[in-house]
């Protein structure tokens, strides 16, 4: 069955330090990947997506992923992490064929920002 | 130009009532999507429309739920008798073409309390 595992509920950072957030996914087929960000009464935005060629995908905001098929891993990452980066992060897998058209939604990695 | 819209951003009602919630898709978008949102949980998928084919209702969790859509514009999503459990946030998104690949645009969504 096609699932998102997103091992870390809650991550705290300090302002200017580097972020990993780790995302696994299982799908049997080419995965389409996504990261959304969700900010408090926000709804959900796009970051960034992975089809295929580079395995490496910009995103706004100075996001970037990086695609490893041998780790089934989706994992984003930022260089130095701003106050207003704090939110909830989604990683979500595109599930093909039929009527289908959905995501399926990690259970997101919240993430603090300190001064 | 104007993002997808949900109607009301929240309602509390009591158990056993009947709740109607309002999405308003992107303009010339085909595909629409609800999800629930649990606190603290990732998001769920429950239905999905895509043009005029028949609605993806595979993740619809009881035949409480319903959801209608005229042609291409509003759909809304219909929670009959509702129960506590039902509590939640539920976004709707819609995206151009359906596919896997599509990137889909998220509605601030309406929280739902059922006293």
């Known amino acids: 069955a096609q699932s998102v595992t997103q091992p870390d509920i809650h991550i705290t950072v300090s302002e200017g330090a580097s972020l990993e957030l780790r995302c696994n996914y299982s799908y049997g087929a080419t995965p389409y990947l996504f990261w959304y960000v969700q900010s408090p009464g926000q709804g959900l935005q796009l970051l960034l997506k992975y089809f295929s060629g580079d395995t490496l995908v910009q995103g706004i905001k100075g996001f970037e992923a990086e695609f490893k098929r041998s780790q089934s891993s989706f994992n984003l990452r930022k260089p130095s992490v701003h106050w207003s980066d704090a939110a909830e992060y989604f990683c979500?897998?595109?599930?093909?064929?039929?009527?289908?058209?959905?995501?399926?939604f990690g259970k997101g990695t919240k993430l603090s920002v300190k001064p | 130009g104007a993002g997808v819209s949900q109607s009301p951003s929240n309602k509390v009602t009591e158990k056993g009532k009947d709740v109607e919630l309002r999405c308003d898709p992107i303009s010339g978008h085909t595909a629409l999507y609800w999800y629930r949102q649990r606190l603290g949980q990732g998001l769920e998928f429950l239905i999905y429309?895509?043009?005029?084919?028949?609605?993806?209702k595979s993740g619809l969790p009881s035949d409480r739920f319903s959801a209608e859509r005229t042609g291409e514009s509003v759909s809304t999503l219909t929670i009959q008798r509702t129960q506590q459990e039902d509590s939640a946030v539920y976004l709707c998104?819609?995206?151009?073409?359906?596919?896997?690949?599509?990137?889909?645009?998220f509605g601030p969504g309406t929280r739902l309390t059922v006293l």
């Open positions: 979500a897998v595109g599930i093909y064929g039929g009527s289908q058209g959905n995501l399926i």
């Open positions: 998104a819609s995206s151009l073409t359906g596919g896997r690949a599509d990137t889909q645009y």
């Open positions: 429309f895509q043009g005029n084919s028949a609605p993806d």
